[in-house]
């Protein structure tokens, strides 16, 4: 148990929709990623938020978007769901701060199909 | 930018054989690197971490990864493949911040009984 926890653990939605995905990371870790893993594409960094602000953006699409709130929890929300977003969605997190251990927790990921 | 190279989308090796996935980085060096295994159905789990305290790593389930500068690799290696250790092995490397990562394309390691 990495102590990252993501919710829903699957989802099955159709085009068109909106989906909102719930990351709680490890007590006391202050930087939550989000991953988009597809069998086409690998493992793509969407996004990294830290202490409640974004502090960096990857392949992430303009119909995607995150937040990271006061109790260090974040979402993902996406919109306007094609095909194509069917994938594997993790959440990780590091403590990301002078002398944390510096590696990536994963949760286990929120599998997304758009049917 | 950093970025990583994974030699070999797919290895296979027979049960009790040695297991050489490679990894090579960009040239500056970074903060820290790390081997990731992703069994099915399953979230990223940290084998090893290299920081700079010694070159060769030792990590869990037997596997360990040498830093060489001079070959810009971080190759992991165990010495005898077992069945448990079919999965997908992930390279990453950190910023020179140390706060963002790069992963490889991963490595699908089959074990041949």
């Known amino acids: 148990d990495s102590g990252v926890t993501q919710t829903p653990k699957h989802l099955i939605t159709a085009t068109g929709q909106r989906v909102t995905l719930r990351c709680s990371p490890r007590?006391?870790?202050?930087?939550v990623y989000w991953y988009q893993q597809s069998l086409d594409q690998g493992l793509q960094f969407l996004i990294q938020y830290y202490n409640g602000e974004e502090r960096a953006k990857g392949n992430i699409l303009e119909r995607f978007s995150a937040q990271q709130f006061p109790d260090l929890h974040s979402e993902l929300n996406l919109s306007s769901l094609e095909l194509g977003d069917s994938a594997l969605y993790f959440c990780a997190s590091s403590v990301d701060r002078p002398g944390g251990s510096g590696e990536l927790f994963f949760g286990e990921g929120s599998r997304l199909t758009v049917l | 930018a950093q970025s990583v190279t994974q030699l070999g989308s797919h290895v296979s090796v027979s049960e009790g054989a040695l297991v050489l996935l490679r990894c090579n980085y960009s040239?500056?060096?970074?903060?820290?690197l790390f081997w990731y295994v992703q069994y099915p159905n399953q979230g990223l789990q940290l084998l090893l971490k290299y920081t700079s305290a010694a070159t060769l790593v030792k990590g869990i389930n037997g596997f360990e990864a040498e830093f060489k500068k001079s070959e810009t690799s971080f190759h992991l290696t165990k010495p005898s493949a077992h069945m448990s250790d079919a999965a997908e092995y992930f390279c990453?490397?950190?910023?020179?911040?140390?706060?963002?990562?790069?992963f490889g394309t991963g490595t699908s390691l089959t074990v041949i009984p």
């Open positions: 990453a490397v950190t910023s020179n911040t140390g706060n963002q990562f790069y």
């Open positions: 007590s006391g870790d202050l930087s």
């Open positions: 040239s500056s060096v970074p903060p820290y």
